[in-house]
């Protein structure tokens, strides 16, 4: 195995590491909690420590490595993409929520199904984290299932694995695909089921369904992210932490550790300041920053210029200078419209300082070879752009150094830079077609996770 560079530093089996401090810190969720949409919930309580649930969260490891700094900023990559079956920090939280799942099977002997609607990457870290726990020995394959609900849109980045790959374990952990010109419906579909089907299904089969779509199954995890920078980090009064972000889960998960760290610890962290990094598609956060509502009336207007067939706006910098279509979808994993988590990070910025940034394409694109330079010594970038398949680290490399040159980051020279996926099309195997269902209603998606309850209920 190859050592890493000098400036990286990392921190081996982050979830084992910080097991007893993340077991008492999930108790701060019971009275922080947000409004909760789940009609069933495990306790915030992690299994007992042991070989089994160490090799489980083995792939939870979290590095920090520097950057080269640009315009006298000093940059680092926290690093949460090292779960070679993910490729994104969505792994932390995923490995969180099964491990609940799994003591409260081993506590009551109930079974349990995750249902989960996706715009890709939380689907497949789930998907991952079930398959890690049925290889550990923490469960069964009947003891613990997973239905995952994406729009179609996303089915080029669902990761093949076990429970794709194995028939028996497909069979017990249906991946659907839903078509429709709003890929969020997928939440709709996904909530459609809970309301109309969970119960009868539970009272039939015995199977606890939990919709895991609950902000808090997220933030528990993403507290782990203030533990890092506690250990492995200088303390800095000037720290901006940029994210390229749908909900900014991760960011507030980090906000809550922070909290916690300081209020019930006694730690001395200086304050978080968070930067948010858009894309055209989804940038309501940022024009709630800016403008108090999700409004999209309050984009700039955009022009096309003939000489060169781009768009162009110079009325607000916070927004992209060119863009290719002012109606693109950069990236099909930032999928959120309208997010209620906005309500949070509003007054957190507000408070403490901060910001955000929308990125295109085109700009992404433009500066991909000198993003690619900046995080050769952290994360090999393929040479050829087209071969990406997941942005959100070249949109927040894209976004940090555009926020530099406009003069839109807080005062300071210390950026941390949340590096939460990235992954090209030689890096997995996508699921095959034949591998995935199809649901238009709630109806159709309760036939498929029936069918699945009923392949585990074979004894």
Same mark, same amino acid.
């Given at each position: 195995?190859?050592?890493?560079?000098?400036?990286?530093?990392?921190?081996?089996?982050?979830?084992?590491?910080?097991?007893?401090?993340?077991?008492?810190? +999930?108790? *701060?969720?019971?009275? %922080?909690?947000?409004?909760?949409?789940?009609?069933?919930? &495990?306790?915030?309580?992690?299994?007992?420590?042991?070989?089994?649930?160490?090799?489980?969260?083995? *792939?939870?490891?979290?590095?920090?490595?520097?950057?080269?700094? @640009?315009?006298?900023?000093?940059?680092?990559? =926290?690093?949460?993409?090292?779960?070679?079956?993910?490729?994104?920090?969505?792994?932390?939280?995923?490995?969180?929520?099964?491990?609940?799942?799994?003591?409260?099977?081993?506590?009551?002997?109930?079974? *349990?199904?995750?249902?989960?609607?996706?715009?890709?990457?939380?689907?497949?870290?789930?998907? %991952?984290?079930?398959?890690?726990?049925?290889?550990?020995? +923490?469960?069964?394959?009947?003891?613990?299932?997973?239905?995952?609900?994406?729009?179609?849109?996303?089915?080029?980045?669902?990761?093949?694995?076990?429970?794709?790959?194995?028939? &028996?374990?497909?069979?017990?952990? &249906? +991946?659907?695909?839903?078509?429709?010109?709003?890929?969020?419906?997928?939440?709709?579909?996904?909530?459609?089921?809970?309301?109309?089907?969970?119960?009868?299904?539970?009272?039939?089969?015995?199977?606890?369904?939990?919709?895991?779509?609950?902000?808090?199954?997220?933030?528990?995890?993403?507290?782990?992210?203030?533990?890092?920078?506690? %250990?492995?980090?200088?303390?800095?009064?000037?720290?901006?932490? *940029?994210?390229?972000?749908?909900?900014?889960?991760?960011?507030?998960?980090?906000?809550?550790?922070?909290?916690? =760290?300081?209020?019930?610890?006694?730690?001395?962290?200086?304050?978080?300041?968070?930067?948010?990094?858009?894309?055209?598609?989804?940038?309501?956060?940022?024009?709630?920053?800016?403008?108090?509502?999700?409004?999209?009336?309050?984009?700039?207007?955009?022009?096309?210029?003939?000489?060169?067939? =781009?768009?162009?706006?110079?009325?607000?910098?916070?927004? &992209?200078?060119?863009?290719?279509?002012?109606?693109?979808? +950069?990236?099909?994993?930032?999928?959120?419209?309208?997010?209620?988590?906005?309500?949070?990070?509003?007054?957190?910025?507000?408070?403490?300082?901060?910001?955000?940034?929308?990125?295109?394409?085109?700009?992404?694109?433009?500066? @991909?070879?000198?993003?690619?330079?900046?995080?050769?010594?952290?994360?090999?970038?393929?040479?050829?752009?087209?071969?990406?398949?997941?942005?959100?680290?070249?949109?927040?490399?894209?976004?940090?150094?555009?926020?530099?040159?406009?003069?839109?980051?807080?005062?300071?020279?210390?950026?941390?830079?949340?590096?939460?996926?990235?992954?090209?099309?030689?890096?997995?195997?996508?699921?095959?077609?034949?591998?995935?269902?199809?649901?238009?209603?709630?109806?159709?998606?309760?036939?498929?996770?029936?069918?699945?309850?009923?392949?585990?209920?074979?004894?």
């Amino acid at each position: 195995m190859v050592s890493p560079p000098p400036a990286t530093v990392i921190a081996k089996n982050a979830l084992t590491q910080y097991h007893a401090e993340l077991h008492r810190a +999930l108790a *701060v969720l019971e009275h %922080d909690r947000a409004e909760s949409l789940e009609t069933f919930s &495990p306790a915030f309580r992690l299994p007992e420590p042991s070989p089994a649930l160490e090799e489980y969260f083995s *792939v939870s490891d979290v590095a920090v490595t520097d950057l080269p700094a @640009y315009r006298d900023r000093r940059l680092r990559l =926290l690093d949460l993409m090292r779960n070679p079956g993910t490729h994104t920090t969505k792994t932390l939280a995923s490995l969180i929520i099964v491990a609940r799942a799994v003591r409260h099977i081993a506590e009551t002997g109930e079974r *349990v199904m995750i249902v989960t609607p996706s715009s890709a990457n939380k689907a497949t870290a789930l998907r %991952d984290a079930v398959g890690r726990a049925i290889a550990a020995g +923490l469960v069964t394959e009947d003891q613990l299932q997973i239905a995952g609900i994406v729009p179609a849109v996303s089915t080029a980045k669902l990761w093949s694995s076990p429970l794709s790959e194995s028939a &028996p374990l497909r069979d017990r952990n &249906p +991946l659907v695909t839903h078509e429709s010109d709003e890929p969020a419906k997928v939440k709709e579909l996904a909530s459609a089921f809970m309301a109309e089907h969970a119960e009868r299904l539970h009272g039939k089969y015995g199977v606890r369904f939990w919709y895991t779509l609950d902000l808090d199954n997220y933030r528990a995890a993403d507290m782990v992210r203030a533990f890092i920078e506690r %250990d492995l980090l200088p303390a800095s009064d000037t720290r901006v932490h *940029v994210h390229s972000v749908s909900s900014a889960f991760g960011l507030l998960g980090h906000d809550l550790g922070h909290r916690w =760290l300081t209020g019930e610890c006694g730690h001395e962290l200086p304050q978080a300041r968070y930067f948010l990094v858009q894309h055209l598609g989804t940038p309501d956060m940022v024009l709630s920053l800016r403008h108090g509502t999700h409004d999209r009336r309050n984009l700039p207007a955009y022009r096309l210029d003939t000489a060169d067939g =781009l768009y162009r706006q110079d009325e607000d910098p916070h927004f &992209p200078a060119t863009t290719f279509d002012p109606d693109e979808q +950069l990236d099909p994993t930032f999928y959120t419209r309208r997010p209620q988590t906005s309500a949070r990070m509003d007054p957190i910025i507000a408070r403490h300082g901060g910001g955000g940034i929308v990125v295109s394409l085109h700009e992404c694109l433009k500066r @991909y070879g000198e993003v690619r330079r900046l995080l050769a010594s952290a994360v090999e970038l393929p040479s050829d752009p087209r071969r990406l398949r997941e942005w959100s680290l070249v949109m927040a490399v894209t976004g940090t150094l555009n926020a530099i040159d406009r003069g839109l980051l807080p005062d300071g020279d210390d950026v941390l830079i949340h590096g939460s996926g990235s992954y090209a099309d030689q890096d997995y195997r996508p699921v095959p077609d034949a591998h995935r269902r199809t649901a238009d209603t709630a109806d159709e998606l309760a036939g498929h996770i029936e069918a699945a309850i009923r392949a585990a209920s074979v004894r």
